[in-house]
């Protein structure tokens, strides 16, 4: 029988599973939050209180906002590295959009909108890495 403690072999392979599914996870919060700030967004414009020219702002804001949300998620569960979280979860959201948008229109299309919410998914990713990052090191008084 083995004991409990340290185990020889197969560690990093868990613990990079882990890593991958944390970061699967935040990409997931990513992705819901985004899903659900354009619903809300959809619903102000239907209902009067935005107007229509403001779409394109509230697409761009949901993307920097949800791979925020992701990225805070995924960076306080790891602890390790958070602007490479951070980044990663973005490129998560933003793989996720994009395939949503081909399963939607059946081929990829790559308007000039395209790189704005390139931009918009890591741009919220590595503000969630740059406000989640602890230096580790105690402050003096």
Do not use: H, W
Request: proline share 1%; charged share 15%; aromatic share 6%.
């Amino acid at each position: 029988m083995q004991k409990q403690g340290k185990r020889s072999g197969g560690e990093g392979r868990g613990s990079a599973l882990n890593a991958v599914l944390e970061l699967l996870k935040g990409g997931g919060v990513a992705g819901g939050s985004t899903v659900l700030i354009l619903t809300v967004c959809a619903g102000l414009i239907s209902g009067g209180v935005l107007k229509e020219q403001y779409a394109d702002g509230c697409v761009l804001a949901s993307c920097v906002i949800g791979a925020f949300f992701g990225g805070v998620y995924a960076v306080r569960r790891l602890k390790t590295r958070p602007m490479p979280v951070g980044l990663t979860v973005g490129t998560i959201l933003l793989l996720l959009l994009f395939s949503a948008g081909f399963l939607t229109c059946g081929k990829v299309c790559f308007q000039a909108r395209a790189g704005e919410a390139v931009a918009a998914c890591l741009i919220g990713g590595m503000i969630s890495g740059l406000f989640c990052c602890n230096s580790g090191k105690k402050r003096r008084k």
